[in-house]
């Protein structure tokens, strides 16, 4: 059965609204993490990385002129399985958990972890899934393959 909130919220809505959880656990201080001098620098590298993630799939997608829009994915008009689509089938949403994370480890605070399982799950649910679903109809073949090469995150 379909839920409503399937491919309803854009991801990178999401994320921001689940870094703005985190960000208010911590301005409440509620589960701040003893100082340690590399959280900060690993949660800024964690986010560039993110960024990166982020950034390079969408240029693929351009190249191979497909919609890069994750609330229609049946006006995908190519399926792309090279670069770092080998590796991932998601690099974007990995990109955008990585970017909830490096926030979560700049912030210093152990409960700010939560919103990144949030990300996490409702994008796997609600995104990913269903997405999986119109590419598998739209692409049977060739999604397949991805599926059995590819994993899901990483």
């Known amino acids: 059965m ?6 309803r919220v854009p991801p990178p809505m999401l994320m ?11 301005e409440n201080g509620i589960g701040v993490m003893p100082s340690a001098t590399w959280l900060r620098p690993s949660g800024f590298i964690v986010a560039v990385i993110g960024l990166a ?3 390079i799939p969408k240029m693929q997608f351009r190249r191979s ?3 890069v829009n994750p609330l ?3 006006r995908a008009s190519h399926l792309v399985t090279g670069g770092i689509y080998r590796y991932s089938r998601n690099p974007m949403y990995l990109g955008q958990a990585c970017i909830v994370l490096g926030w979560a480890l700049w912030l210093q605070l152990a409960t700010a972890l939560l919103p990144v399982a949030v990300f996490v799950v ?9 997405e999986e679903r119109v590419l598998s109809r739209k692409f049977p073949t060739a999604f397949a393959q991805m599926r059995r090469r590819t994993r899901r995150w990483l």
Do not use: D, H, K, V
């Not at 379909?2 to 491919?7: D, W």
């Not at 921001?16 to 911590?26: E, K, V």
């Not at 409702?122 to 269903?130: A, D, K, R, S």
């Open 16 to 26: 921001l609204a689940c870094g703005a959880l985190a960000w208010g656990l911590a």
């Open 122 to 130: 409702y994008i796997t649910y609600l995104q990913i899934l269903p």
């Open 65 to 67: 002129r497909t919609t």
């Open 2 to 7: 379909r839920s409503r909130l399937e491919n």
């Open 53 to 55: 993630l982020n950034l």
């Open 72 to 74: 229609s994915p049946g």
